[in-house]
T-cell receptor
């Protein structure tokens, strides 16, 4: 069964450093998403991406964040200058976009730890 | 999006049916009910969704009341691996759209040996 994959599974970085989290959505899916979950809190929407541009973003997704689909298979989230409060699980998701009921499938997540 | 209300926690004996309720009294006609679960800190896992008819798949059954104001997710024979946080999410369907999911706190289901 096709699945969303994410790398790395765990990323440790120093405050102020740039990080790139990588995702490979399910092939032939058209909509891509990033969510995050701070330890003990809810899963929160960050951004959605369609047709090579951001379709929606939350207030969390400020200028420090960017997304990119650099090729036909990868979808990345970049945090330009990490802060301690960026420590969280980051989940990528995708859906095929063929209809209103199509389902979002999530990857296993990347645990980001900012020291 | 319509707001959902779920009990914070539930216990279920292994091998018994787990019935997880969800209230979505403000649901509108173009909104579907989706259920996901999250085992420990893994990515949310899709379980099932429905509009107004009851639905069943290999994982679970979804019972939606006739007025659509509430639903129940049923795991027919719960196992220890079903211990997880279960999220009931209402999502609109109206053609094209981003359709991001809004997660609440969900129900923490503990399956007890």
């Amino acid at each position: 069964e096709p699945e969303v994959t994410q790398t790395p599974s765990h990323q440790v970085t120093q405050m102020g450093q740039e990080v790139i989290l990588r995702c490979v959505p399910i092939s032939n899916h058209l909509y891509f998403y990033w969510y995050r979950q701070i330890l003990g809190q809810k899963v929160e929407f960050l951004v959605s991406f369609y047709n090579n541009e951001i379709s929606e973003k939350s207030e969390i997704f400020d200028d420090q964040f960017s997304v990119e689909r650099p090729d036909g298979s990868n979808f990345t989230l970049k945090i330009r200058s990490t802060k301690l409060e960026d420590s969280a699980m980051y989940f990528c998701a995708s859906r095929d976009g063929t209809g209103g009921t199509d389902t979002q499938y999530f990857g296993p997540g990347t645990r980001l730890t900012v020291l | 999006d319509a707001k959902t209300t779920q009990p914070p926690s539930m216990d279920c004996a292994e091998g018994r049916a787990a019935n997880l309720p969800c209230n979505h009294s403000t649901i509108s006609g173009n909104e579907y009910v989706y259920w996901y679960r999250q085992i420990h800190s893994q990515g949310p896992q899709y379980i099932i969704h429905g509009l107004k008819n009851n639905e069943t798949n290999e994982m679970a059954s979804l019972i939606i009341t006739e007025d659509r104001k509430s639903s129940t997710l049923i795991l027919p024979h719960a196992t220890l691996r079903d211990t997880a946080v279960y999220y009931c999410i209402v999502r609109p369907y109206s053609g094209a759209g981003s359709y991001q999911l809004t997660f609440g706190k969900g129900t923490k289901l503990s399956v007890i040996p």
